[in-house]
């Protein structure tokens, strides 16, 4: 079966970066694309970015694009997310999402288990 | 960006009402959107795409239509494990993909 497996919870300073990983299993890894989304306590999903796992083309949302980089290792069936320069705003549960093609598009069928990211000084 | 607005924030029914959610795109999206349930301390679950179609294993008192700008996620006959909040998704802007605020399901 499909799992999408995160890393830990992880707690960071102002200014620090983090890298949160997502190991797929049940499927072949580089015919799916993979999307990190974020949720802040209380708040909507937020959308991050995304990465072809086969070609490692990346796509990322333009508010948060130039502190996020997410990159895939196939040997190790993997999709990684790192965010540098972190405030007390990015605190926030962090899933990777499979996508899958519908009907008449593309949407997320499988999700991570989430990562918590707490940023405090 | 497109904006997706979601209403009512919070619905509080009783076990066998219906429950009625909206979501209102700020630009023309076609049929291009998604509801998702997500249970407290639960990843999201995919529950309609294409606006109007259920997934795998979604139960048939779940469904939804509309197309452009405004859509409606309907649950017949509310049961207690329906607690949870529900965002609509879009994929019409790709690559900015956008949620909802969210309607959160209450079980009297």
């Known amino acids: 079966q499909v799992q999408l497996v995160q890393s830990g919870a992880d707690v960071k300073k102002p200014g620090a970066s983090v890298r949160v990983s997502c190991k797929a299993s049940?499927?072949?890894?580089?015919?799916?694309?993979l999307h990190w989304v974020r949720q802040a306590p209380g708040q909507r999903l937020e959308w991050m970015g995304w990465i072809a796992t086969d070609t490692g083309d990346t796509k990322y949302s333009q508010s948060i694009q130039g502190r996020v980089s997410i990159t895939r290792d196939i040997s190790a069936s993997a999709t990684y997310m790192e965010l540098w320069s972190l405030r007390s705003e990015d605190t926030a549960v962090y899933y990777c999402a499979r996508d899958s093609k519908y009907d008449n598009s593309w949407y997320f069928d499988y999700w991570g288990q989430g990562t918590l990211v707490t940023v405090s000084s | 960006e497109i904006v997706l607005t979601q209403s009512p924030v919070t619905l509080s029914l009783s076990p066998g009402e219906r429950a009625t959610l909206s979501c209102t795109a700020s630009?023309?999206?076609?049929?291009?959107l998604a509801w998702y349930q997500q249970k407290p301390g639960q990843a999201p679950r995919l529950l309609i795409y294409d606006a109007s179609k259920r997934a795998t294993g979604v139960p048939a008192r779940f469904s939804g239509r509309g197309s452009g700008t405004d859509f409606t996620l309907t649950i017949n006959s509310l049961e207690p494990e329906d607690l949870a909040v529900y965002y609509c998704h879009q994929r019409s802007g790709w690559p900015q993909l956008t949620f909802g605020g969210g309607t959160k399901v209450e079980i009297k």
């Open positions: 049940g499927y072949t890894f580089n015919t799916a694309g």
């Open positions: 630009q023309n999206i076609n049929t291009y």
